[in-house]
């Protein structure tokens, strides 16, 4: 009896082990289907450069909404495009800084995230004839003016902070790195850079090389009309001044204003009827002490008495306003009069789950915002919704949807964006997004979403 039992498992056990694949070949088989090859550069069906839709499918909401939010009545135009330039797979290319929208056109960036030698492409948009064009490779740019000096192994791969167009007809942004192991003094890190570029001649110059020694610049703001970039960094691995260092660089005049400790982490916000500069510092997770900064008269920042949250921020609004928007624990809307430096906590922008927000833009009225939550993917989760925020009435309002519509018809899945801004007219929102063409990929491409707001959902 004991060796028929001792037979019968021997054989159940034989079963198992042919008919149960191994450890390892089940670890292969993950690992291959994690590495879907997609095409580059992508592209649309039928070669379209531009895809324009309007569907019902926008105002359909993936899941549970909270109680306090509506759903737009009217389903909006939606462009979509891939971002020119994406030539070859990056790891992976994505979007990490804010844009401008100047007279129907749209300045952003994208990078390749490669490491240490990797690039970042400024574009342009033209709303008007749909078209879209890289104005500037930087690491090409920085090769043929002879900035990359022998010896050092790194490159940019990312414009993390904002591109703003001066009062001289320059857009200013800074650069970042792609992963932090590779600002060493192993490969010759010296620091990062401060550009602009003319949109309309393409000419791209060097504002300031490495302004804080071995530091990136991930968080930046400009000073349109007196022409101060103002940066906040994050320290290189062999940089002497460990921490996030502020920066206030006068472009016009080339040279610095203050350098120093205790700077803003990811991003801070610019009073353009006063001319001061307001960040919290280092933490831009939760609410924090305000800082200011005078040009007027340069020193530290000084504390400005309120607290406030501070992950991303509008631009001052037509009654001297701006909105700011925190991370953690739930994504919270606060508004700063530039004025009275007073501060009013607005409640709660979370829709249904995700909480993290990472752009935020007013219209040229003051009167909404707007944003999308999920900034650094989980955006789909619950539908991509497109959000309007109404300061008058304090309502959330979504008007749009947007996945799984492009899923559906063009293989594209939006998963979060750290970059948007409103048309001067109020009547477009362009938002830049990390995008992923197979279920088995991560991020591998960026497209860009210009949202045609139906006039009857923006009643003045």
């Keep these: 009896m004991f060796s028929r039992l001792c037979l019968l498992l021997g054989c159940i056990a034989l079963l198992c082990f042919v008919g149960t694949p191994s450890m390892e070949a089940q670890a292969q088989k993950k690992t291959e289907k994690k590495k879907v090859e997609v095409p580059f550069p992508p592209k649309l069906p039928d070669g379209k450069e531009v895809a324009t ?5 926008f105002l359909k909401p993936l899941g549970m909404l909270k109680d306090d939010v509506i759903i737009a009545k009217k389903a909006p135009t939606v462009d979509f495009m891939y971002y020119p330039g994406q030539d070859y797979a990056g790891k992976p ?14 300045y952003s960036a994208i990078g390749d995230h490669l490491a240490p030698r990797g690039t970042a492409l400024v574009c342009e948009y033209d709303a008007t004839t ?5 104005l500037v490779d930087v690491s090409k740019f920085l090769a043929s003016a002879g900035a990359l000096p022998e010896g050092m192994n790194y490159a940019p791969a990312k414009i993390h902070g904002r591109i703003d167009l001066g009062s001289d007809g320059w857009l200013y942004y800074s650069t970042h790195r792609g992963s932090p192991g590779t600002t060493t003094d192993q490969n010759g890190y010296l620091g990062d850079w401060v550009f602009r570029t003319h949109p309309e001649t393409g000419k791209t110059e060097i504002v300031v090389s490495h302004p804080v020694p071995k530091h990136c610049i991930p968080c930046s703001v400009l000073d349109p009309q007196r022409l101060i970039f103002y940066g906040g960094t994050a320290a290189g691995k062999d940089a002497p001044a460990q921490g996030v260092q502020f920066f206030a660089y006068d472009a016009k005049a080339k040279k610095m204003l203050y350098s120093g400790p205790d700077g803003p982490a990811r991003y ?17 997770a939760s609410a924090g002490p305000l800082m200011r900064f005078d040009p007027a008269k340069p020193g530290a920042p000084e504390q400005v008495g309120v ?42 922008a979370v829709v249904a789950k995700q909480a993290y927000i990472a752009t935020l833009d007013a219209d040229p009225t003051g009167r909404y915002l707007y944003y999308t939550a999920g900034a650094h993917g989980g955006s789909e989760t619950e539908g991509t919704p497109v959000v309007q925020y109404d300061l008058k009435t304090k309502q959330k309002k979504i008007l749009a949807f947007l996945h799984p519509f492009y899923k559906d018809k063009y293989g594209c899945t939006l998963k979060g964006t750290f970059g948007s801004a409103v048309d001067p007219k109020g009547d477009k929102v362009y938002i830049t997004w990390n995008n992923t063409r197979t279920s088995g ?3 591998d491409s960026c497209v860009l979403t210009v949202i045609h ?3 009857s959902e923006r009643q003045p």
């Design 53 to 57: 839709d309007t569907s019902e499918d």
């Design 307 to 348: 607290e406030l949250g501070l992950r991303a921020a509008t631009q001052e609004t037509p009654q001297g306003m701006i909105y700011t928007v925190s991370k953690d624990p739930e994504a919270t809307l606060w508004a700063f009069n530039t004025k009275t430096e007073k501060v009013e906590k607005l409640g709660s």
């Design 453 to 455: 707001i139906p006039e």
């Design 441 to 443: 990929n991560a991020w």
């Design 268 to 284: 801070m916000f610019f009073a353009r009827s006063t001319g001061k500069l307001y960040f919290t510092p280092r933490d831009e």
């Design 93 to 106: 290319w994505s979007i990490w800084g804010d844009g401008c929208a100047v007279e129907g056109k749209y």
């Design 130 to 134: 749909k078209k879209h064009r890289v």
